[in-house]
């Protein structure tokens, strides 16, 4: 899949599928600082996962960023919204929950903790 790459590598990496994939309770998830604050970011999980994360001040919560429309991964919030970009149904940032379809479930929660300076699988 990666044509003339494949003589120096893939620059494309392993293919992460949207969750903790294979990653376990304990283990470092991202720094506190690579979370926007008011904001939040998608982070590679693990060998094999991705999770959308989502910042107030020093507060961090995680969902799994697949949309539970279709399963296209989610767009990290954007003014105070998360939107997914092949429908564009929208979610409630602080709690995953749905604002507007064609979704009729919020995102999914993972546990996690704030642990000094890094988030951590709770
Ligand atoms: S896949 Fe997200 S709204 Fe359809």
Redesign the pocket.
Known sequence: MCGLLALTGCAAGPTRAPGVGSARAGERVAGLADVPDGSGALVPVGADGQLLLVRSGASVRAFNPA??????V?NPPTAGVIT??????TFDPSSGAVLS???EKGLREVPVRVTGQDVVLA
């Open positions: 949309c539970p429309h279709q399963g296209t989610v997914c970009p092949t429908h564009r149904s379809g064609p979704a």
